[in-house]
């Protein structure tokens, strides 16, 4: 179709719209609603993400190798270890290291350890491995305990798996809810378009008789849709980004006041304001536009 | 050309709206379709609109049986048909100049074309000094002025009219019949259902008389039969 039909199109569309401000309004607030919750999904998400990626960059495992090995041979045991995937540092403790740190960390008590040096050092070598991801951790476990080296490894895994635990169950309650929302928004459009079509069956009878195609008539409900859901991304976008803002500011002053909040470092905006904007946009015009051609498919019939 | 060929229409309710109907109009031919309340005009009109299928039989025009038109191709043949109803049916937040304008967008006519047309029928029509008046602020003569040119201004091969007097005063029907009568002598086929027996009995028209779903009578130069009052 020629560009100055969609012009005819789009005049249409707002011309609807606006003769129908009630229903026009509670579609927006109802995709508005919908992408509210995204957004408070998508900002838990990304936040807690970015506290469990801090803390997975921690993720450590100690491995204590057998006390009566050589240095050379605790050499070839790093050099097989390294060749695992997922670890990205391997600290190598021998005894001796060992030793002297613990003295430091005993400070003026640290003639307590007189005579424990050379063969009688009581330590073993100790390796700290840090792993990229979580999810690597098992396999290296696994093939650590197989080196007969190896006398002790040791791992902390509940924070991290607690953390990831969080993010998933996030993820899976905010896109249930929005799921919900989005069907409740698609019911309300589809009611828009209906209340539309109904007002409008007489002139849509007249378009036909004059030989109208499906699809011009059917453009100008599409491109409502789409509007609305444009409207509906804007409002949602404005409203999530800046209460997210409010609450930086927020806790930026508490931060102040008290030292839990500077625990845990909320994500600055600008890390995200690209993937909501975009994500609501296409989710928005998405809801909109599908609500309208299953609507228009629908009521149009006749 | 439009040709029926046993057409039998029978409705869901069990109405038998058309039996067996047979006759062939020319291209440029003007021919009223007669007959009482219920004789089956509305039902023949919206056959060849393609509006509703026959039970039975053929409707052929310009050629094609077009009780075989595919889904998709019956907005375009429609495009070769002015219509024109009793209840003028204009889109009634559009102006007249609108209105008009209107069936050439939807046909994707050229911006240029549709500013040269739409003025060229509405002066024809008389309706010249009405062109940003809303269908509201019309009487039922403009209107119907109005639906004429909204019909014509696509040059169909044919004008099909139920009833197109069926609102107005005797004069301003008369007006109407001048307009149609016009368009029928720029070589355009005209096919009109009325009760308006002076208008047919004045016009020396060929016309075809039904009574109860059956061709009673089909005469050239004809006038309001009486099969046709009595039922
Ligand atoms: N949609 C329909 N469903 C069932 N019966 C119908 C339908 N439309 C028309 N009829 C019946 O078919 C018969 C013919 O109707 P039609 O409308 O063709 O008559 P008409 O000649 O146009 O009458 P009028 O002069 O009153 O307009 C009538 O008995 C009518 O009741
Ligand atoms: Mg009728």
Redesign the interface.
């Known amino acids: ?2 560009l ?2 969609y012009k ?1 199109f789009f005049k249409e569309a707002l ?1 609807n719209i606006f003769r129908n401000r009630v229903m026009s309004l509670a579609s927006i607030v109802a995709i508005m609603s919908a992408l509210f919750i995204l957004g408070v999904v998508l900002i838990l998400a990304f936040n807690l993400e970015h506290i469990a990626g801090g803390l997975e960059s921690k993720v450590e495992i100690s491995v204590f190798l057998d006390k009566d090995i050589g240095s050379n041979q605790a050499r070839a045991v790093v050099e097989q270890i390294e060749k695992n995937d997922g670890i990205y540092e391997i600290e190598f403790i021998s005894k001796e290291e060992g030793l002297a740190q613990w003295k430091k960390e005993l400070g003026e008590k640290g003639d307590l350890l007189e005579g424990y040096e050379g063969n009688n050092n009581p330590l073993p070598d100790k390796l700290i491995l840090r792993i990229e991801k979580p999810e690597y951790v098992d396999g290296i476990i696994s093939i650590l305990n197989d080196i007969p080296e190896v006398d002790k490894v040791n791992y902390s895994q509940e924070v991290v798996d607690s953390i990831s635990r969080i993010v998933q169950t996030t993820r899976l309650v905010g896109l249930l809810l929005m799921l919900m929302l989005i069907i409740i928004a698609m019911i309300i459009i589809n009611n828009t378009i209906k209340i539309n079509v109904y007002s409008r069956r ?2 849509i ?10 699809s ?1 008539i059917r453009w100008p409900y599409i491109i409502e849709g789409f509007t609305l859901g444009i409207f509906a991304a804007f409002f949602a976008g404005a409203l999530v980004i800046g209460g997210y803002n409010l609450l930086l500011s927020r806790a930026g002053q508490m931060a102040g006041n008290y030292a839990f909040f500077n625990l845990f470092q909320l994500l600055p905006t600008e890390k995200m304001i690209y993937d909501i904007s975009l994500t609501f946009l296409l989710v928005g015009c998405g809801v909109g536009i599908i609500a309208s051609i299953i609507s228009t498919r629908k009521h149009l019939k006749a | 050309m439009i040709q029926f060929k046993n057409v039998s229409k029978v409705y869901e309710n069990g109405t038998k709206a058309l039996s067996n109907v047979n006759f062939t109009i020319n291209s440029g031919e003007f021919v009223f379709l007669v007959g009482a309340s219920g004789a089956g005009k509305t039902t023949a009109v919206k056959l060849i ?1 393609r509006e509703i299928l026959p039970t039975q039989g053929e409707i052929i025009v310009n050629g094609r049986d077009i009780t075989k038109l595919k889904k ?1 191709e019956i ?5 070769n ?1 002015g ?1 024109v109803f009793q209840d003028f ?5 559009k102006t007249v100049y609108e209105n008009v304008a ?2 050439m ?4 006519a050229r ?1 240029r074309d549709i500013r040269r047309q739409v003025p060229s029928v509405l002066s024809m029509v008389g309706l010249a000094s009405k062109a940003e008046s809303y269908p509201h602020q019309l009487s039922g003569g403009e209107q119907q002025r109005a639906t004429l040119a ?1 019909a014509i201004v696509n040059n169909p091969s044919i004008l099909i009219a139920d009833e197109p007097t069926g609102n107005l005063d005797p004069d301003t029907a008369m007006d109407i019949m001048r307009l149609i009568n016009m368009i029928n002598h720029r070589g355009t086929t005209v096919i009109m259902a009325t009760h308006a027996s002076e208008i047919v009995d004045a016009m020396k028209k060929r016309v075809i008389t039904f009574k109860k779903g059956i061709v009673v009578r089909d005469e050239e130069k004809g006038g309001y039969a009486n099969e046709a009052s009595n039922i």
């Open positions: 179709m020629k100055r039909t005819n011309r007489r002139e009878r007249i378009m036909k008789y004059i030989g109208a195609t499906d011009y | 609109l998709k907005p375009y043949y429609r495009r048909l219509v049916r204009l889109l009634p937040d209107f069936a967008e939807i046909v994707e911006e909204r």
